[in-house]
Nanobody, 119 residues
Framework: QVQLVESGGGLVQAGGSLRLSCAAS????????MGWYRQAPGKQRELVAT???????NYAGSVKGRFTISRDNAKNTVYLQMNSLKPEDTAVYYC???????WGPGDCWGQGTQVTVSS
């Protein structure tokens, strides 16, 4: 079993900042990539940012320059620093990890954390 536990969501005014954290635990032999996705009401889940084990990062165009993804590989934890938040950033944010388990690879998701940006 692998668990992803997210924290750091909440309510913030436009222009404010939040930092999300996601810690992976359980039967993990390694993690290839970790990332954040989000889903707004009535919309499909979309990629926000990803980080590979080699340090490469990828961002959605809508968050480039405002959000920063980082990882602490020793702690199997990924962070998302969100600055200059906009009302359109309001969504449930989900952590994702492509993990290596003793019995094979797995695509794991957290339970989601709500981010609400008021105008």
């Amino acid at each position: 079993q692998v668990q992803l536990v997210e924290s750091g969501g909440g309510l913030v005014q436009a222009g404010g900042s939040l930092r999300l954290s996601c810690a992976a635990s359980g039967s993990i032999a390694g993690i290839n990539a970790m990332g954040w996705y989000r889903q707004a009401p009535g919309k499909q889940r979309e990629l926000v940012a990803t980080s590979t084990s080699s340090g490469s990062t990828n961002y959605a165009g809508s968050v480039k320059g405002r959000f920063t993804i980082s990882r602490d590989n020793a702690k199997n934890t990924v962070y998302l620093q969100m600055n200059s938040l906009k009302p359109e950033d309001t969504a449930v944010y989900y952590c994702n990890a492509l993990v290596i388990r003793p019995w094979g690879p797995g695509d794991c998701w957290g339970q989601g954390t709500q981010v609400t940006v008021s105008s």
